[in-house]
């Protein structure tokens, strides 16, 4: 491939994000369609349409490998695991009881779907990990089990329209439903602390990046990610062949997780939003790898799988919930924080109107972004050995 063509590409892909970016920030209707979505439509086109030199796929196979391990630490690095392990009582048991019904939807649903879907074990690995963290947990697995392109994208955008369902269910009819079964959310305080200065709206919020004072500690961070990726991917290299980068993937986020113990690497500000943008470049990436045919046909199937995992693990995460009596609101808002990610809480808590539960829902929410590898690669593995 030419040097040049290749340069142009990488170019191309580095900065149409930033564009992307803006225009999320000036448009509050591109904002709604949101920056991922963009950026996998605009790479689904490109992938499709014969536009790309003959010989990218390579280049875009290694933007992939790169990506996803660099931004991991980003991402990490601002949560305040300290503070987060003292999360009041029913908001940790409704975590938990999220993640367990996550766990059992996807056994079910891979029980149902694993002679349909190819490669099943790999795609309940990418469901336990998005539904208990995000988009970034998704990126991840994708790496760490090495999933098909077309499959990862097929899966990703179901989960967008499934999730769309879910979330307009939470914030219309889901209170007055959970009641029947649920106590009532019981104001203990007003809460006006946030979660370590970071709201839901700040999460989404890229301004300020090249001031003075926030630049170059970001700098530093990044480089600091870079060496975290080098640290994982030498494990690469001691690892057996076929879970090398599963290894990698793990041993970058325990590392990253690590380094946010020490106090000036976790007040570094706006490492979570340079990781995400490190992100979206992944998605751009991706997208223009998969190939919308076999993404038309695997869809429906996988659609299957996803509905069983969001609506089945919200029905037995009130079950557990009821015995326990975790009012309603909580157990809303830990389910929309874990299957649509910390960005919604701030939606829920205005259509449920209280803010008291904004706190819970964005502590739960990050604990899931660092938790979601883990659980998303032990369990595919664990179910590739069960059920081969």
């Known amino acids: 491939m030419n040097p040049l063509a290749v340069v142009l590409m990488v170019a191309f892909y580095v900065l149409f994000p930033v564009l992307v970016i803006y225009a999320c920030q000036k448009s509050p209707l591109v904002d709604k369609l949101g920056a991922v979505i963009i950026c996998y439509i605009v790479g689904i086109v490109i992938g499709n349409i014969g536009v790309l030199p003959e010989g990218s796929f390579g280049v875009l196979d290694l933007m992939t490998t790169i990506t996803v391990p660099l931004a991991l630490p980003l991402l990490l690095f601002s949560i305040n695991f300290v503070r987060w392990f003292r999360l009041a009582g029913k908001t940790a048991l409704s975590l938990l009881f999220i993640i367990i019904a996550i766990i059992i939807a996807s056994f079910v ?231 649509c990610s910390p960005p919604f809480v701030g939606v829920v808590a205005g259509a449920l109107k209280n803010k008291e539960i904004i706190v819970s829902g964005l502590a739960t929410g990050l604990i899931g972004y660092a938790i979601g590898n883990y659980l998303g690669i032990f369990m595919a593995y664990a179910f590739h050995a069960l059920f081969p």
């Open 109 to 339: 649903g891979f029980m149902i779907f694993k002679d349909v879907i190819p490669e099943s074990w790999k795609v309940a690995g990418l469901m336990m990990g998005v539904y208990t963290g995000g988009t970034p947990n998704l990126a991840a697995i994708k790496v760490a089990l090495d999933v098909d392109p077309t499959t990862y994208l097929t899966v990703h955008t179901a989960d967008v329209f499934i999730s769309a369902i879910h979330l307009l269910f939470c914030i219309t009819i889901a209170q007055r439903l959970l009641h029947t079964f649920l106590p009532r959310f019981k104001s203990v305080a007003a809460v006006e602390e946030e979660v370590d200065g970071m709201s839901s709206e700040d999460i989404s919020n890229y301004s300020g990046m090249f001031k003075k004072g926030v630049f170059l500690p970001l700098v530093g961070a990044f480089f600091l990610s870079a060496v975290i990726f080098a640290a994982g991917g030498a494990l690469t290299l001691v690892a057996p062949e076929n879970a090398g980068a599963a290894v990698a993937i793990l041993a970058i986020t325990t590392l990253s997780i690590g380094a946010s113990f020490i106090t000036k690497i976790r007040n570094i500000e706006k490492t979570f939003q340079l990781g995400m943008y490190i992100i979206l470049i992944f998605c751009l990436v991706v997208g223009s790898m998969a190939n919308i045919k076999q993404l038309i046909t695997t869809a429906p199937a996988i659609i299957g799988y996803l509905f069983i995992c969001i609506f089945g693990s919200m029905l037995i995460h009130v079950v557990l919930s009821s015995i326990f009596r975790i009012d309603a609101d909580t157990v809303i808002v830990t389910s929309v924080s874990a299957i």
